[in-house]
């Protein structure tokens, strides 16, 4: 069964710091991996996703993230906050012929002056 | 321009009542699903179709029902049965295995 977890339900910085997101997965066979990110009373929109082919993955609005299969982890990082990146994040995992996707609880992050 | 429409963005349903979320699609997608969303639990999956006039139970499918008689369109009735329906109700779409899925706005539903 494959299951994601999001490391720290709140998560705050200073504008024009580091954003680091943290998401593990687990999954018994090679996965495939997104970040959402969803503002107050949206749908989700797709940042990024990995499958299988570039081990770092670039997304919008400055956001990447790089997928390390011995550490099972998918973690989001931006070099520098904005105020416009406040908003909950969310990571996601599927697998090849499955087509549903296992979402992780969110992570809210606050970005402050 | 495509996407998934939800309507209404907020429902208000008296306890006892049967009410339907609309979810339409104009992105020719084969498969449609529907999220219930409550704080600090991420996603919960109620049902989801990968054809037409086909669909199955998600991980939370009790007091919930679909149909998906047309690609398009993938309505969510919430019945009387779920005692606890207050919530925010995403729909989304995906064109294929392992594909991302695109959202709708989401139905905010109250109980009053």
């Known amino acids: 069964a494959q299951s994601v977890t999001q490391l720290g339900s709140h998560v705050s910085v200073s504008e024009g710091a580091l954003v680091l997101l943290r998401c593990n997965y687990s999954?018994?066979?090679?996965?495939?991996l997104f970040w959402y990110v969803q503002y107050p009373n949206q749908g989700l929109q797709l940042l990024l996703k990995?499958?299988?082919?570039?081990?770092l993955v670039k997304g919008i609005n400055g956001f990447e993230a790089e997928f390390k299969k011995s550490e099972t982890s998918f973690h989001l990082t931006k070099p520098s906050a904005h105020m416009s990146d406040a908003a909950e994040y969310f990571c996601?995992?599927?697998?090849?012929?499955?087509?549903?996707?296992?979402f992780g609880a969110g992570t809210r992050l606050a970005v402050h002056p | 321009d495509g996407g998934i429409t939800q309507s209404p963005k907020y429902l208000f349903r008296k306890e006892g009542q049967n009410v339907t979320l609309s979810c339409e699609q104009n992105?020719?997608?084969?498969?449609m699903y529907w999220y219930r969303q409550d704080p600090g639990q991420g996603l919960r999956l109620i049902y989801y179709?990968?054809?037409?006039?086909?669909?199955q139970k998600g991980d939370i499918a009790e007091g919930y029902s679909v149909s998906r008689e047309k690609k398009e369109s993938f309505p969510l009735t919430v019945t009387s049965a779920q005692k606890n329906p207050t919530a925010f109700y995403l729909c989304?779409?995906?064109?294929?295995?392992?594909?991302?899925?695109?959202f709708g706005q989401g139905t905010r539903l109250t109980v009053v």
């Open positions: 179709s990968q054809i037409v006039n086909d669909f």
């Open positions: 999954s018994s066979v090679p996965p495939y």
């Open positions: 996601a995992v599927s697998t090849r012929g499955y087509n549903k996707l296992i």
């Open positions: 990995y499958t299988s082919a570039a081990t």
């Open positions: 989304a779409s995906t064109s294929g295995t392992n594909t991302e899925a695109f």
């Open positions: 992105l020719n997608h084969d498969a």
